[in-house]
């Protein structure tokens, strides 16, 4: 663990369930993963080892039930990472699986709530284990033939001339700590064209603002 990421830990800027899966990370794998790789019904990986942290999952599914019946992780990440998707497998495993759409439809902000929070500059590690799951829940449907199940990536399209996606403000919000509609539009260039989506825009961010529970500057 990286020196700045000991001293945020031990001034009490993570909740003790955070410093709990830190400490005794759930469904961890550790050492080889050729065997937990073979075995895997769906594997995803996210982010990259050169430019940071970077998340691996790997999922076993019951074909008869459509339900979740292990999943086991390995990343290079920061203590909020290992917390997060620790969190995340546990949730997944919870009474018999959750099923692939209802492992789709769960969102990052779910697992921040289990966790009681995060320092708001640690709120992107929350997502990696989230992509990952999804991109192995994608992997598994594409092998087993049923690439219709695969929900179309990108969500709701806010800004048609510039194509700019719901996604693609979250990922601003939560990856670039984007607070405001100056800020979103700089980086996205968000109705920089016609300008008709402006309201639903500003619309969209104050609602992601919310359900991260972040404060616009």
Aim: aromatic content about 6%.
């Amino acid at each position: 663990m990286k020196q700045n990421e000991t001293d945020a830990f031990t001034r009490w800027l993570y909740t003790d369930i955070v410093k709990e899966h830190f400490t005794n990370p759930r469904n961890v794998l550790f050492g080889d993963e050729t065997e937990v790789a073979e075995k895997a019904d769906g594997i995803g990986t996210v982010g990259s080892p050169v430019c940071g942290d970077m998340m691996k999952v790997f999922i076993r599914i019951d074909p008869e039930t459509d339900r979740i019946k292990d999943f086991r992780w390995k990343t290079f990440g920061c203590a909020s990472a290992i917390a997060s998707t620790s969190m995340l497998s546990e949730i997944v495993l919870e009474g018999d699986g959750m099923t692939i759409d209802e492992a789709f439809n769960l969102r990052p902000q779910d697992i921040l709530s289990r966790l009681g929070g995060l320092p708001e500059r640690k709120i992107h590690c929350s997502v990696l284990g989230d992509k990952a799951l999804r991109a192995a829940l994608r992997d598994y449907l594409a092998k087993t033939g049923q690439v219709e199940r695969i929900p179309p990536e990108g969500g709701r399209t806010v800004c048609h001339c510039l194509e700019v996606t719901e996604d693609d403000i979250e990922d601003a919000v939560v990856e670039h700590n984007v607070r405001t509609f100056e800020h979103l539009q700089a980086r996205t260039k968000i109705s920089t064209g016609c300008g008709e989506c402006r309201e639903d825009a500003e619309l969209t961010l104050a609602r992601i603002l919310k359900q991260y529970e972040l404060q616009p500057d």
